[in-house]
T-cell receptor
C-alpha cells in the first residue's frame, strides 16, 4: 500500500494549457512537498506547505489537510515545464514519496 | 550557496562487484539522506543521518549496503556485492534539521550488468 497516490501518472499538454496534478495521501502529516525532477535525475523542491495555498511564478500549490489532498497547478504551461512532478509527505521526520506525474508540454 | 554535490554521476559495474558513492551536503546542514530511485518509481529512503548518527536505516539492505558519515559532513554509500536490481539513481539530500525542506544532489546513476 502506498501512502501517497498521484494522478495522473502521465500527462501531455499543449503549450499554454492550464495543468493540474493531484496528490492524495493516507497518513497524518506535518508538511507536504512538491518536487520537480528533470531528465538526468536532479530534484528541485518547488513548494513546502502545511496549509492553504502557495504561489511562485506560474506555479500554484494548494493543500486541504482535512481531505488529505493537494494539487499542483501550472498556468500558461511551457515546454520547459516538461518534467516529473513528485509529491512527498512528512508524517514525521521521514518523507514518503509518490511515484510522480510525468508531464510533457508540446510546443 | 553551493548545492549538494555527488560523485560519480554515472557508474556501470558488473554484478557481484563493489561500488561506492560520495555525497557532500550543503555547508551547515546537519541532516543527510540517501535515497534509491528505481526507474518509474519515487525515491525510497535508504538511510538518514543526523550529524554523524543514524536516525533511520530501516529500509537499507544491510547485507549488501552500508553508509557512513564519520565526521558529520561528507557521506559515502557502498554496495558490496551489487545485484542487477540495484540499478537505480542514488540521490543524496541534505537539510538543516529534521522535518524541514530537503535539498537534493544531482544523483548517481548506477547500472549493474
Amino acid at each position: 500500500k502506498n501512502e501517497v497516490e498521484q494522478s495522473p501518472q502521465n500527462l501531455t499538454a499543449q503549450e499554454g494549457e492550464f495543468i493540474t496534478i493531484n496528490c492524495s495521501y493516507s497518513v497524518g502529516i506535518s508538511a507536504l512537498h512538491w518536487l520537480q525532477q528533470h531528465p538526468g535525475g536532479g530534484i528541485v523542491s518547488l513548494f513546502m506547505l502545511s496549509s492553504g495555498k502557495k504561489k511562485h511564478g506560474r506555479l500554484i500549490a494548494t493543500i486541504n489537510i482535512q481531505e488529505k489532498h493537494s494539487s499542483l497547478h501550472i498556468t500558461a504551461s511551457h515546454p520547459r515545464d516538461s518534467a516529473v512532478y513528485i509529491c512527498a509527505v512528512m508524517p514525521g521526520n521521514q518523507f514518503y514519496f509518490g511515484t510522480g506525474t510525468s508531464l510533457t508540454v508540446i510546443p | 550557496e553551493a548545492g549538494v554535490a555527488q560523485s560519480p554521476r554515472y557508474k556501470i559495474i558488473e554484478k557481484r562487484q563493489s561500488v561506492a558513492f560520495w555525497c557532500n551536503p550543503i555547508s551547515g546542514h546537519a541532516t543527510l539522506y540517501w535515497y534509491q530511485q528505481i526507474l518509474g518509481q519515487g525515491p525510497k529512503l535508504l538511510i538518514q543521518f543526523q550529524n554523524n548518527g543514524v536516525v533511520d536505516d530501516s529500509q537499507l539492505p544491510k547485507d549488501r549496503f552500508s553508509a557512513e558519515r564519520l565526521k558529520g559532513v561528507d557521506s559515502t554509500l557502498k554496495i558490496q556485492p551489487a545485484k542487477l536490481e540495484d540499478s537505480a539513481v542514488y540521490l543524496c539530500a541534505s537539510s538543516t534539521g529534521l522535518a524541514v525542506e530537503q535539498y537534493f544532489g544531482p544523483g548517481t546513476r548506477l547500472t549493474v550488468t
